[in-house]
C-alpha cells in the first residue's frame, strides 16, 4: 500500500531542511499529513494557516493586526476564514524585506476532492497573483511556489501557466 508520504514527499521535506541560507525562507506544507475531517490545517485554508503562521514566526518584529502580538494573531488566524488569512500572508510579506521566499506544496492531490477543491484552487490563484505582483513591483522580494503532485483535473481547474517537472 501507498503511505501518506512519497518519495517525492521525503525530497520535499529534505529541500525544506536544506535549503536554508541568509536572504531565503522555506515555508513548507505537507497536504498529505492533514487529510482528517476536522484536522485544523487541512484543505486550503490550513495549507494557508501554516505557511502564515510559518512566515511571521521568521519575521519577529513584524506588527500586524494594529501591532497586535503574535499570539493573538496566531488566535485570529486559527479563527480567520480563508480572505482574512490571504490578507495577513500579504501584510506579513509587504513587510518582509528583499530576499526570497519559497511555498513549497507538497502533495496538491491530497485537496482535490469534490469538498476542498474549490479552496485549494482560490490558495493556488492568490498565491499565483503575489508572484506576479511581487515580480511587477521589482523590490527584491522574490516568491516562488512548488507544488508537487497536483491530480490533472486540479491543474485543468487552476487554469495557471505553470511549468511541469517530471522527475
Known sequence: GHGVLS???????NMARTMRSPGLLTLAFFCGLH??????????????????????????????LAGADLSIVAR???????????????????QFQAGRVLVLIDGAHFNG??????????VVRF????VV???????????KVLVTNPAGRQRFEWDLPGQDLYM
Open 35 to 64: 487529510t482528517a475531517a476536522g484536522a485544523t490545517l487541512q484543505g486550503g485554508e490550513g495549507l494557508m494557516r501554516a505557511v502564515t503562521l510559518q512566515l511571521l514566526s521568521a519575521m519577529p518584529g513584524v506588527t500586524l
Open 76 to 94: 485570529e488566524l486559527m479563527a480567520g476564514d480563508l480572505n482574512m488569512i490571504c490578507y495577513v500572508f500579504s501584510e506579513a510579506l509587504a
Open 7 to 13: 518519495t517525492l514527499s521525503h525530497l520535499c521535506g
Open 113 to 122: 476532492t469534490e469538498a476542498r477543491s474549490a479552496e485549494m484552487r482560490a
Open 133 to 143: 505582483e511581487l515580480r511587477t513591483a521589482g523590490r527584491g522580494l522574490v516568491l
Open 127 to 130: 498565491l499565483h497573483k503575489t
